[in-house]
DNA sequence: ATACTATGTTAAT
DNA sequence: TTAACCTAGTATT
């Protein structure tokens, strides 16, 4: 259930463990075609953008995975264990696969990653990604090879990403926002909407699109085109930590200490962690008015009706 | 035990 | 606009 603060952790763990390895590649139940394109060929990239995933294998052998709403990896040491449900695709590397890709003059080590060390849910360390095994995909809404070609058309849909584009390390080549303001400056449709769309911003979820709104005290329901375009650029910009921070907490924290009923700094209570999203039914913690929930477009929807009236 | 919800997207109606 | 995909956590019986 990832936003694009997921994927990119993803990509960033992925490339430091595999990139530069030759590669095992597999789909024991049949339910990724062409895995055998990609056997035995050495993860030359990780790309990410918005929530999609690419791991490139070559011209035209580019691994793309959608996550969707249940997808998920699963990161192993050791010997490969399958953990249950339906295993969608594995991979792990070659032996001494670091020699070999020396001398196909392909880089032994994945470039340096920002972070390197992650913590979980409870504030506990996890495991190095360069100390991971395998990789186990099940759940995803799509995992299929494809074409660069698919790439760069997938590329060409999306919006700008607040966490950089593909193959760079996360936020460090911010993308530039323009076409985002520009489509949300031309039409009526909500700007709860429009947060949501992936050709809008790619990335943004559920959840961030309620806290961003939240934090910028913008009734969602506001007209694209009637939204100020100074706070359009602070909602991108308070975006980019935001979602930085949930790379590597591998959760979405949005609230301020100040304003949570503990004021404990650091990583929160999990009922503390965020302003509106899925707190209706209880107070603002900041004015005290019940929190609201609403269906918008199929998905829901949750705002402060008072610090959110205009 | 069973039901419901959910950080998502696409295809069919 | 609705259904389908598919999994896990939480709520209800």
């Not at 929530?51 to 249940?70: A, C, E, P, S, T």
């Not at 003059?105 to 095994?133: C, L, N, R």
Request: proline residues 7%.
């Amino acid at each position: 259930m990832p936003e694009g603060n997921e994927i990119h952790r993803w990509a960033e763990r992925h490339r430091s463990a595999f990139v530069g390895k030759k590669m095992h590649v597999e789909s024991p139940n049949g339910r990724t075609a062409d895995t055998e394109r990609l056997e035995g060929r050495v993860l030359e990239r990780v790309l990410a953008h918005g929530k999609h995933l690419g791991y490139v294998f070559g011209k035209d052998r580019i691994l793309h995975v959608h996550l969707g709403r249940y997808g998920d990896w699963t990161e192993g040491q050791g010997a490969l264990a399958e953990v249950k449900g339906v295993l969608r695709l594995r991979m792990w590397p070659y032996p001494k696969s670091r020699e070999k890709a020396a001398r196909d003059g392909i880089p032994a080590q994945a470039p340096s990653t920002k972070h390197g060390w992650y913590s979980s849910d409870d504030g506990s360390s996890t495991v190095d990604p360069k100390d991971v095994d395998w990789l186990e995909l099940r759940g995803a809404s799509d995992c299929s090879v494809w074409t660069d070609a698919q790439w760069a058309a997938l590329l060409e849909r999306l919006g700008p990403d607040p966490l950089g584009s593909a193959g760079e390390p996360a936020g460090d080549v911010p993308d530039d926002p323009a076409p985002a303001f520009a489509r949300i400056a031309k039409t009526k449709t909500a700007i709860c909407v429009l947060l949501m769309e992936q050709d809008v911003i790619a990335g943004i979820g559920n959840i961030y699109r309620a806290e961003l709104l939240y934090r910028e005290r913008l009734n969602p329901m506001t007209p694209g085109n009637e939204v100020p375009l100074e706070r359009l650029k602070r909602i991108w910009k308070d975006s980019i930590p935001l979602m930085k921070a949930g790379m590597v907490d591998r959760r979405i924290v949005t609230t301020r200490p100040k304003d949570r009923p503990t004021k404990k700094t650091g990583l929160p209570l999990k009922d503390e962690a965020h302003y509106v999203y899925r707190r209706h039914g209880k107070p603002c913690f900041v004015c005290g008015t019940t929190v609201q929930k609403k269906d918008v477009a199929g998905r829901s929807l949750y705002w402060c009706p008072v610090c959110q009236a205009d």
